[in-house]
């Protein structure tokens, strides 16, 4: 086995084993996965609030059926909500509500306890974290994090 297909199954792997920690405690604690926080994130990341549907998904790498199905389910509980553009109503947009704002925090605050336990010890340094962040930027074709150091498409 060549070198590149190793690290490929095993960035595959610990990816699934990050989304399993993830999902457990966010869904154990707020009823959301990875997935649903991820898309909250972002919402909440922009300008007041709220994407055009396309852009979110755009943003999170799914199809814009993906990004409504994705979001049914949240807007059932009151954390996000769809709005029309007054000029264009081909236009939608997805937005955070005063609630989902307040649950987001929360959710946030649970979020990074689960990546500093992921990251504690001593196999970690926080120049080892800032290395892997880096390379994995490049790799995703450096379109960096949720937050991307104000570099997001928005």
């Avoid at 609630?99 to 946030?108: F, N, Q, S, V, Y």
């Amino acid at each position: 086995m060549s070198n590149e297909l190793d690290a490929v199954l095993r960035l595959a792997r610990a990816q699934m084993a990050l989304v399993k920690r993830f999902d457990s405690a966010l869904g154990g604690l707020h009823g959301v996965s990875l997935s649903d926080f991820t898309a909250l994130l972002r919402l909440g990341e922009a300008p007041g609030g709220r994407m055009r549907r396309v852009d979110l998904a755009e943003a999170l790498g799914l199809t814009a059926s993906g990004v409504t199905r994705g979001l049914a389910p949240l807007e059932r509980i009151g954390l996000v909500t769809r709005e029309t553009d007054a000029r264009d109503a081909r236009v939608a947009y997805a937005a955070l509500t005063d609630t989902g704002r307040e649950r987001l925090a929360d959710m946030r605050a649970t979020a990074e306890q689960v990546a500093r336990e992921i990251f504690a010890g001593p196999l970690w340094s926080g120049e080892d974290v800032g290395s892997l962040s880096e390379l994995l930027t490049r790799l995703g074709g450096g379109t960096g994090g949720l937050s991307d150091r104000g570099a997001s498409p928005r």
